[in-house]
């Protein structure tokens, strides 16, 4: 950070973005990366380069976070809210087809806690009915569907380099993955307001100018050396994150054979990034007293998401089918603390706390 302060250059796209976004494409295999200003401003752009017409449809399970919807609603699409399997929170790819009309023509699947969906199910639904598929990878660094990064199956993905995620960008940022080479041109325009910039710079055009639509989504060198600094240690932050995941596993597992609750469910098509331990009670009652014991004893566990079909801003415009399992999760799932400093003593204590 400090040598990206002090060469002078803190704007978007200087060595230190063009660093990472290289960084992604050979570890991951992605076909082309921007760095962006979150994992929100990744999703709008995925969905602005989808070019979708007002009564479009796009697929996006309910149990997510808003900025899975919004991107899509903000480019005048129609959100059809898909429901969650029952192993797990992620989109049901078995019912998917159900939602299909001749109006669908996005599916967002989300790889939640870090953990693949079934892209191969999905990506045979879209192929056809030749549709676009967007990974919402925003929880989903460094974690793998059948051997292939999360981010590199679907035509466009977003990542999140929040504070909450497994790295971070300083606090804010995200990574745009094109991985259909129809789409690498103008992405580059969309993420510099419109302009053919990045084509000048590589001397590819004499002069550069409005050529599209866009915003400005590039981060500024400051982040983007943050964001660096990270992935030079991401191999470390990813297996101390392990460690702790495995702590929570091997102890609660035996509460949970007991049926007290499940434990994070990992497919055997999928990888486990440790971006998230979950549990899931049997009831919302269950939980509620579990969230409260936690908090008398100072441990800050959390609930997640709200469903968005029966949200305040959307509750009206769904089309009134009960997504019950998405409800389920609303209700009764856990988050356990997991960040990097997080210590092994601390999960053995809120394990020890949990059995009490
Ligand atoms: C964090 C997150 C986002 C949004 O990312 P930001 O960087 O906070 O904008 C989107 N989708 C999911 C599933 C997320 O977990």
Request: aromatic fraction near 12%; proline fraction near 4%; include cysteine.
């Amino acid at each position: 950070m400090y040598e990206a302060v002090f060469a002078g250059k803190l704007s978007g796209n200087g060595k230190f973005t063009k660093a990472c976004q290289a960084w992604f494409e050979q570890r991951y295999g992605f076909r082309k990366c921007l760095l962006t200003s979150s994992g929100t401003d990744a999703l709008e752009m995925c969905a602005m380069l989808c070019s979708l017409k007002p009564g479009d449809e796009v697929i996006v399970p309910s149990y997510t976070f808003v900025s899975t919807a919004l991107a899509f609603l903000r480019e005048g699409a129609t959100v059809v809210f898909a429901d969650s399997m029952k192993r797990n929170p992620n989109l049901d790819a078995e019912t998917l087809e159900a939602l299909i009309t001749p109006r669908t023509k996005v599916i967002v699947p989300v790889h939640y806690a870090g953990v693949a969906c079934d892209m191969d199910a999905i990506m045979a639904v879209a192929k056809k009915y030749n549709l676009l598929v967007v990974e919402d990878a925003a929880q989903a660094v460094d974690s793998y569907y059948k051997g292939r990064p999360l981010g590199s199956i679907g035509h466009l993905a977003a990542f999140s380099f929040h504070e909450t995620k497994n790295i971070t960008a300083g606090g804010e940022g995200g990574l745009l993955v094109v991985n259909d080479e129809r789409f690498v041109r103008r992405a580059e325009i969309i993420w510099e307001k419109g302009t053919n910039r990045a084509e000048f710079f590589r001397g590819e055009v004499n002069k550069y100018g409005w050529v599209d639509m866009g915003s400005s989504f590039l981060p500024s060198e400051v982040n983007a050396a943050f964001l660096w600094a990270q992935l030079e240690n991401i191999d470390d932050i990813q297996s101390k994150r392990k460690v702790l995941w495995e702590t929570y596993y091997k102890r609660l597992k035996p509460l949970a054979e007991q049926g007290r609750f499940t434990l994070p469910d990992i497919p055997k098509y999928a990888t486990n990034n440790a971006h998230m331990f979950y549990l899931v009670l049997p009831s919302l009652e269950a939980r509620t007293g579990l969230l409260a014991y936690l908090k008398e004893h100072e441990v800050y566990a959390v609930f997640h998401y709200l469903s968005l079909h029966s949200s305040e801003y959307y509750k009206n415009r769904h089309d009134g089918r009960a997504l019950p399992e998405c409800d389920r999760y609303a209700d009764c799932l856990v988050r356990l603390p997991l960040f990097y400093d997080l210590k092994i003593e601390d999960v053995e204590r809120i394990c020890d706390l949990i059995e009490a």
